[in-house]
T-cell receptor, first 115, second 112 residues
Framework: DAGVIQSPRHEVTEMGQEVTLRCKPISGHNSLFWYRQTMMRGLELLIYFNNNVPIDDSGMPEDRFSAKMPNASFSTLKIQPSEPRDSAVYFC?????????????FGPGTRLTVL | QKEVEQNSGPLSVPEGAIASLNCTYSDRGSQSFFWYRQYSGKSPELIMSIYSNGDKEDGRFTAQLNKASQYVSLLIRDSQPSDSATYLCAVRVRGSARQLTFGSGTQLTVLP
């Protein structure tokens, strides 16, 4: 089975440009998480969806960040306008349904560089 | 105070030694604890989970939990160079069935 799929794997853009990151969770998983990882701040949760509904977006840094999950197999994280401080690795992770499910399955990440 | 704290390291141990990784958490009501391993340039992967006080062993890995002291640790016996990675401690957010708060990670290097 395919794991969590993220695209692009690498993105280099200039300050002020719009950036869209994409995630396809593992089929059958119903919870999806977007994380950002930097050396300074570690792995931070940005937003969490359950059954396509945003449950907690308190980690979204500011209005420049938005996330959507139009269906169970696709989610996007958009940054508009991007800034150099947004440079980080962005991970998407998913979990299957059921309270016994503990493991978050991470995608390979998108390395974003904003010049 | 950070919710989940780890020594960032780096921690270096010789091959064959025991590596000890430590983590403290601030929410006394936390019930579920996890260790993830992240190789350089890769994504985190779950290696251990622990829910009850005491030790839980899985192969060369032992997780230890002390809820009274709000302390969780990971021991790696017979450390191998392939164990060189960053180890992330994660705690389930109280009241959430799914959300985790991660520590900043401890970088471990096992020297041949």
């Amino acid at each position: 089975d395919a794991g969590v799929i993220q695209s692009p794997r690498h993105e280099v853009t200039e300050m002020g440009q719009e950036v869209t990151l994409r995630c396809k969770p593992i089929s059958g998983h119903n919870s999806l998480f977007w994380y950002r990882q930097t050396m300074m701040r570690g792995l931070e949760l940005l937003i969490y969806f359950n059954n396509n509904v945003p449950i907690d977006d308190s980690g979204m840094p500011e209005d420049r960040f938005s996330a959507k999950m139009p269906n169970a197999s696709f989610s996007t994280l958009k940054i508009q306008p991007s800034e150099p401080r947004d440079s980080a690795v962005y991970f998407c992770a998913s979990i299957p349904p059921g309270t016994s499910s503990n493991e978050q399955f991470f995608g390979p990440g998108t390395r974003l560089t904003v010049l | 105070q950070k919710e989940v704290e780890q020594n960032s390291g780096p921690l270096s141990v010789p091959e064959g030694a025991i590596a000890s990784l430590n983590c403290t958490y601030s929410d006394r009501g936390s019930q579920s604890f996890f260790w993830y391993r992240q190789y350089s340039g890769k994504s985190p992967e779950l290696i251990m989970s622990i829910y009850s006080n005491g030790d839980k062993e899985d192969g060369r890995f032992t997780a230890q939990l002390n809820k009274a002291s709000q302390y969780v640790s990971l021991l790696i016996r017979d450390s191998q160079p392939s164990d060189s990675a960053t180890y992330l401690c994660a705690v389930r957010v109280r009241g959430s069935a799914r959300q985790l708060t991660f520590g900043s990670g401890t970088q471990l290097t096992v020297l041949p």
